[in-house]
Antibody, heavy 118, light 110 residues
Framework: QVQLVQSGAEVKKPGASVKVSCKAS????????ISWVRQAPGQGLEWMGW????????NYAQKLQGRVTMTTDTSTSTAYMELRSLRSDDTAVYYC???????????WGQGTLVTVSS | QSALTQPASVSGSPGQSITISCTGT?????????VSWYQQHPGKAPKLMIY???KRPSGVSNRFSGSKSGNTASLTISGLQAEDEADYYC??????????FGGGTKLTVL
């Protein structure tokens, strides 16, 4: 069965960077893209961007352009999301999700809580 | 780039049907048959319930159905059950390889 397993919770100071990993199994990694979605405490879902696991093409949400980088490592079937210049309002649970062509996240990871606090 | 508009909450009794609306614009919901719906229980990851407006993934109950008219998409849950109590989010393709989520709707089963 398809599984996406994310790295553990992180606590970061404002201005720092965080890199979240997402290891996929149960399918051919390059057959699906990976979407990243975050959810601030008590808030709704926010789409962050998508990366093709086939060729590495990326699309980022405009508000995160310049601060976010999404990458994949096909040798380990792992996707990564790095967010820089962290602010307190970046505190959220970050999810990865297998998403065929970037139109509907299908299979979701368990989420990674990133807390930004001084 | 505002979120799609959903009612904050809806409620219904077991066995009843409810509908959750998701209003966008001609740039997202109205332009593409690429609306999906997600169910999220507290502390859990979202689960895909409907994709491409009205298609159900394997394993999702046929009590869940989706539709769209103009700039508004809808999720209908028939024969409400206690386990349907959750938050529901719509999501639409918004062009230029971007997605847009709704603000979420809390469903309470009375």
């Amino acid at each position: 069965q398809v599984q996406l397993v994310q790295s553990g919770a992180e606590v970061k100071k404002p201005g720092a960077s965080v890199k979240v990993s997402c290891k996929a199994s149960g399918y051919t990694f390059t057959s699906y893209g990976i979407s990243w979605v975050r959810q601030a405490p008590g808030q709704g879902l926010e789409w962050m961007g998508w990366i093709s696991a086939y060729n590495g093409n990326t699309n980022y949400a405009q508000k995160l352009q310049g601060r976010v980088t999404m990458t994949t490592d096909t040798s380990t079937s792992t996707a990564y999301m790095e967010l820089r210049s962290l602010r307190s309002d970046d505190t959220a649970v970050y999810y990865c999700a297998a998403d065929g062509s970037g139109t509907a996240p299908i299979y979701w990871g368990q989420g990674t809580l990133v807390t930004v606090s001084s | 780039q505002s979120a799609l508009t959903q009612p904050a909450s809806v409620s219904g009794s077991p066995g009843q049907s409810i509908t959750i609306s998701c209003t966008g614009t001609s740039s997202d919901v109205g332009s593409y048959n690429l609306v999906s719906w997600y169910q999220q229980h507290p502390g859990k990851a979202p689960k895909l319930m409907i994709y491409e407006v009205s298609k159900r993934p394997s394993g999702v109950s046929n009590r869940f159905s989706g539709s769209k008219s103009g700039n508004t998409a809808s999720l209908t849950i028939s024969g409400l059950q206690a386990e349907d109590e959750a938050d529901y989010y719509c999501c639409s393709y918004a062009g230029s390889s971007t997605l847009r989520f709704g603000g979420g709707t809390k469903l309470t089963v009375l």
